[in-house]
């Protein structure tokens, strides 16, 4: 994987009327990770969004090198579609030359004929998650990644997460639970927060 | 890439695709249209030549109001699942994504119209010459209703209750169309076709860019 990097400088994150957080500068090198923590409601999801370049920050400038992989909570998977076309609509249009992997890795094997809205919550992370992998981006924004997931799972995630750093990518992930991330920088967005 | 998306657009929004089942049916605005031609004689009673001179405009009226049912599904479920999100982190444009579903809903509702409006020329008892205007017409301006239904299905994407005011937003913007389109029958002669079909190029010209601006507005506020 070529060398990535994500820049944030000086962001602030209004929502409607209310300054979220301000003042929040990130500069990420490839192999490196970051937890992001916060209680809920301080600006997680907006601020994986504006690093993300959907949300534009009230202040601020953000850019990267690399492409950008979002895990958040919606899979972006057709409820309707079998869970292997929702998947193969993604890989192809990330051109994924070996989509089979991911599904194996993260047991969801089985569910392949099983139209997506069957699924449970865990069973769509995995899927979600399946997703990002084959999109094959060098920077992760994982959204609450561990949520609705099952320890085996989160062990799984957390392995995964090792090996993507371990290659040369980015993972930045925000949730309110603990990863087990050992090499991971910690971002607390209270200290940031208006 | 374009061919992927298409392909999935057209699995959700045609008649019978495999995406298509829980989003309503999209078979119905077809039988709305034909309902419509049905009941109409009904209502004005066995008057045949009353019929065969109203029938051409009852045909677009309908083909109208059936272009209007599939609004709700056209933008709003994608941007609640979060497809447009992962589209724009790809950096692809919401642009082509506006124009590909434009593609796809006209693809998806204005052939099975065209064709249906044979059986419901038949039912209103209209002449050949007046048939065959009905259809060019459609031809010219169904391409401007799908571009209409898509820029409002975006416009109205983000907003609650969205559904029920898009059907209210159309109906003005496409009076232009109604008026050249089906005003052609009242003259005989296809003149206004002509103004019709050049009404829809610039709706279909307009839509992406309209529609883009729409979907990156709903995401960045």
């Known amino acids: 994987m070529q060398a990535c990097s994500i820049l944030a400088d000086n962001i602030a994150c209004r929502r409607g009327d209310r300054v979220l957080f301000r003042g929040l500068s990130l500069d990420m090198r490839s192999g490196q990770a970051l937890h992001i923590s916060g209680a809920n409601g301080i600006g997680k999801s907006s601020l994986m969004r504006?690093?993300?370049?959907l949300l534009k920050p009230a202040s601020g400038t953000v850019s990267h090198k690399g492409a950008i992989g979002l895990l958040d909570e919606n899979p972006a998977i057709d409820p309707q579609a079998r869970l292997a076309d929702g998947l193969k609509?993604?890989?192809?249009?990330?051109n994924c030359g070996n989509?089979?992997?991911?599904?194996?890795?993260?047991?969801i094997g089985d569910l392949l004929d099983v139209p997506f809205r069957y699924l449970s919550t865990g069973?769509?992370?995995r899927a979600a998650f399946a997703r990002l992998l084959?999109?094959?981006a060098a920077i992760w924004l994982l959204d609450e990644p561990l949520n609705g997931l099952d320890t085996d799972a989160q062990a799984k995630i957390g392995a995964l997460i090792k090996l993507h750093c371990g290659g040369g990518g980015i993972c930045i992930a925000a949730s309110h639970q603990p990863i087990d991330l050992p090499e991971a920088q910690m971002i607390a967005l209270e200290d940031f927060a208006v | 890439m374009m061919w992927r998306l298409l392909k999935r657009d057209l699995s959700i929004l045609m008649p019978g695709g495999s995406r298509s089942g829980g989003r309503g049916g999209a078979i119905l605005p077809l039988l709305f249209f034909l309902a419509v031609a049905m009941l109409y004689p009904f209502a004005v009673g066995p008057d045949a030549p009353l019929l065969a001179k109203t029938g051409g405009g009852v045909i677009w009226v309908a083909a109208?109001?059936?272009?209007i049912l599939p609004l709700d599904r056209l933008?709003?479920?994608d941007l609640e699942l979060g497809i447009f999100d992962q589209l724009a982190l790809r950096g692809i444009s919401e642009e082509s994504v506006v124009a590909i579903r434009m593609l796809a809903h006209w693809l998806s509702f204005a052939p099975l119209l065209l064709i249906a409006a044979v059986p419901a020329s038949a039912l209103l008892g209209l002449e050949y010459d007046t048939t065959k205007l009905v259809m060019l017409g459609l031809l010219a301006g169904t391409p401007g209703l799908a571009a209409i239904g898509v820029m409002i299905a975006a416009l109205t994407a983000g907003l609650r209750g969205g559904a029920a005011l898009s059907?209210?937003?159309?109906?003005?913007?496409?009076?232009p169309i109604l008026i050249f389109g089906a005003g052609s029958l009242a003259l005989g002669d296809p003149s206004g076709i002509a103004l019709c079909g050049a009404i829809s190029l610039l709706l279909v010209a307009i839509t992406p860019f309209a529609g883009g601006a729409a979907l990156r507005s709903v995401r960045e506020n």
């Open chain 1, 50 to 53: 504006i690093l993300a370049g």
């Open chain 1, 89 to 94: 609509f993604w890989a192809q249009i990330d």
């Open chain 1, 99 to 107: 989509p089979a992997g991911p599904e194996l890795a993260l047991d």
């Open chain 1, 123 to 125: 069973q769509r992370k």
């Open chain 1, 134 to 136: 084959n999109q094959n």
């Open chain 2, 64 to 67: 109208l109001l059936a272009a």
């Open chain 2, 75 to 77: 933008i709003a479920p």
């Open chain 2, 167 to 175: 059907g209210l937003l159309l109906i003005p913007l496409a009076v």
